[in-house]
């Protein structure tokens, strides 16, 4: 199944709008985030869009509930799990040159 440029589009604004909330004092942040990656984990066909969705989502729902680390490392953790979402992302509305033609 392939996914259009608008479709990737839409969940990089999503990741822009719930970054701009995510915050280390608060975990209101977690279920938006859960909600984002299942839906791109459901739907993307790009297995790397995918794991770092699923990354990002593990890394939120331990920082809801940190057991093994301090919540400082685990909110990190989420941040750079975060950014390679946002950059995998970002690899699909990068203009090819084939696609310009």
Same mark, same amino acid.
């Given at each position: $199944?392939?996914?259009?440029?608008?479709?990737?589009?839409?969940?990089?604004? @999503?990741?822009?709008? +719930?970054?701009?909330?995510?915050? #280390?004092?608060? #975990?209101?942040? %977690?279920?938006? %985030?859960?909600? *984002?990656?299942?839906? +791109?984990?459901?739907?993307? &066909?790009?297995?790397?869009?995918?794991?770092?969705?699923?990354?990002?989502? @593990?890394?939120? +729902?331990?920082?809801?509930? &940190?057991?093994?680390?301090?919540?400082?490392?685990?909110?990190?953790?989420? *941040? /750079?799990?975060?950014? @390679?979402?946002?950059?995998?992302?970002? $690899?699909? *509305? +990068?203009?090819?040159? #084939?696609?310009? /033609?």
């Amino acid at each position: $199944m392939k996914i259009d440029r608008a479709q990737y589009e839409a969940w990089r604004q @999503r990741c822009s709008e +719930i970054y701009s909330v995510v915050t #280390d004092k608060n #975990d209101e942040w %977690v279920a938006a %985030v859960s909600g *984002l990656t299942h839906q +791109i984990e459901s739907i993307c &066909p790009d297995r790397n869009v995918t794991a770092h969705a699923l990354d990002a989502r @593990r890394h939120a +729902i331990a920082f809801k509930n &940190p057991k093994r680390k301090p919540s400082a490392d685990v909110f990190q953790d989420f *941040l /750079k799990a975060w950014h @390679r979402l946002e950059i995998a992302i970002g $690899m699909h *509305l +990068i203009e090819r040159p #084939d696609q310009t /033609k």
